[in-house]
């Protein structure tokens, strides 16, 4: 089973950017298609952000321009960089390549 450590979360002003990262164990990590789920409280889990490992994006319709999903196969590493930032996005976020393994999630919180 993959293992998944999540970080680079903290507390934003609503405009401001974070950086995410997710590294993964595994030697096939470059196999793996990898998403970018979150969870506010309260509300279910959703996709935010997945990258197949032939480098192909999509996004939710809420972060479409605000967020890029990037991989570094090199470091077993999926990144999440996101700009503009709105108190909605304000969740606990996690990485995962199949909706069924998950690590400890990093919150970010987007406030005044």
């Known amino acids: 089973q993959v293992q998944l450590v999540e970080s680079g979360g903290g507390l934003v002003q609503p405009g401001g950017s974070l950086r995410l990262s997710c590294a993964a164990s595994g030697s096939i990590f470059s196999l793996y298609a990898m998403g970018w789920y979150r969870q506010a409280p309260g509300k279910q889990r959703e996709l935010v952000a997945a990258i197949i490992s032939g480098g192909t994006t999509n996004y939710a319709d809420s972060v479409k321009g605000r967020f890029t999903i990037s991989r570094d196969n090199a470091k077993n590493t999926v990144y999440l960089q996101m700009n503009s930032l709105k108190p909605e996005d304000t969740a606990v976020y996690y990485c995962?390549?199949?909706?069924?393994?998950w690590g400890q999630g990093t919150q970010v919180t987007v406030s005044s």
């Open positions: 995962t390549p199949d909706a069924r393994s």
